[in-house]
Structure formats: structure tokens, C-alpha cells
Nanobody, 124 residues
């Protein structure tokens, strides 16, 4: 079955960096886009970044543009989220999602499978 496993979260101070990884299995990885979303306590899940099936067309939410970078290694079925210059407002549970299509998409409903998430906590 489809499975996505996130890793790389942890505790960081403001200004530091973390790199998240999402390893996918159970489907043809090279056919579908992948997105990163996050959920802060008491808030709804929100879009962070997305990338198409071939590793192109990266797109970011305005709140992370210029600080975060999404990439994928299709030989390893893995998508990465490099997070630089972290801010306390980046704190949350970070999820990766398998897209319904090959093209990148910012809408949560364009994803049909999710991992369990990895926690990122940024202190000031």
C-alpha cells in the first residue's frame, strides 16, 4: 500500500536550519507530485511547498519563500525540504503528501495520501 514516512524534525533555535525527508513506497514515485504541509497547534493544516513528479516547478507559500527549498531524488523515492533561517512561526507538525497528479499543486485536496508527520519546534 502507499506509505510516506517523514523524518528530520526536531528542536531548533531561530535562525538555524533543518532538513526534512519524506520517503515514499507502494506506488510509482516518479508519476506523482509531492507536497509539504504543516499544522500548528490549534490551527488547520496549511500548504508549505510542492514539487512536480520530475522535480520541477517548485512552489512555495509566501511565508517560507526564500528560506525553504524543496527537492526530490527519484532514484531514492525521497523528497526533501531544506529549511533555513527558521522562525518560531515555523513550528508545527510537518506532513508530506502524495499528489493525485504529476503537476505540483497547492491545494490539500490535490493529495490523496499522507505520512504521520514530523514535529518541528523553533524557539526564539
Amino acid at each position: 500500500q502507499v506509505r510516506l514516512v517523514e523524518s528530520g524534525g526536531g528542536l531548533a533555535q531561530a535562525g538555524q536550519s533543518l532538513t526534512l525527508a519524506c520517503v515514499a513506497s507502494g506506488y510509482k514515485f516518479t508519476t506523482y507530485a509531492v507536497g509539504w504541509f504543516r499544522q500548528a497547534p490549534g490551527k488547520e493544516r496549511e500548504f508549505v511547498a510542492t514539487i512536480n513528479s520530475l522535480g520541477g516547478s517548485p512552489y512555495y507559500d509566501a511565508s517560507v519563500k526564500g528560506r525553504f527549498s524543496i527537492s526530490r531524488d527519484n532514484t531514492r523515492n525521497t523528497v526533501y525540504l531544506q529549511m533555513n533561517n527558521l522562525k518560531p512561526e515555523d513550528t508545527g507538525l510537518y506532513f508530506c503528501g502524495k499528489g493525485l497528479f504529476s503537476s505540483a499543486n497547492v491545494l490539500e485536496r490535490a493529495y490523496d495520501a499522507w505520512g504521520q508527520g514530523t514535529q518541528v519546534t523553533v524557539s526564539s
